[in-house]
């Protein structure tokens, strides 16, 4: 290799770094509101309110955490929410959505369409969201085997959002950390918070 082979390679590969840490977010400060919006994973139904998931996220981060879940919502529930909650100015929209969906066997294109929808009205605020992977409940689920709905990838590929992909199939598929067979317990929704946690931690959001 000439020096002038080395050169431009050391060049593509600076510019290579420079890109990649520009595509990280920027670290959010303490007490920064953050929005969790979603259902009753969200909401922390099986466990205390003090167990719930956003309020063990802002106890590690530092963060105000807005709990935006609501039992039963479908995403056109979450939808309809967002606006009034998008008034709170958070800095970071967390996205978990789409179970009662599944569990009402609503339309895929129902669920896909309303997710983007969210997902646009928060890009086009200018504020950074998360979107998170809600399992497919199938009758593997009734024996703990659970996997993500494979449409939550392709959302993320599509609208070009960070996934926090596996964390709700692994704790809902593990007896020791739900209350029912489609919610967490209080160790459950911890869990969730730690996983979630080093997963922004990856994002440069933390």
Sequence with gaps: MNRRQFLIGSAILALAACSKRHNRSQALPKGSAVLALGDSLTYGYGAAPAAAYPVQLATLTGWKVINGGVSGNTTADALARLPELMGQHPKLVIISIGGNDFLRKLPESTTRANIGKIIQTVQAANIPAV??????????????????HPLYHEIAEQYRIPLLSGAWSEILGDKDLKSDQIHANAEGYRKFAELLKAFLEEQGLV
């Design 131 to 148: 979107l998170v992977a809600i399992p497919h409940f199938t009758v593997g689920a009734l024996f703990g085997k659970l996997s993500d």
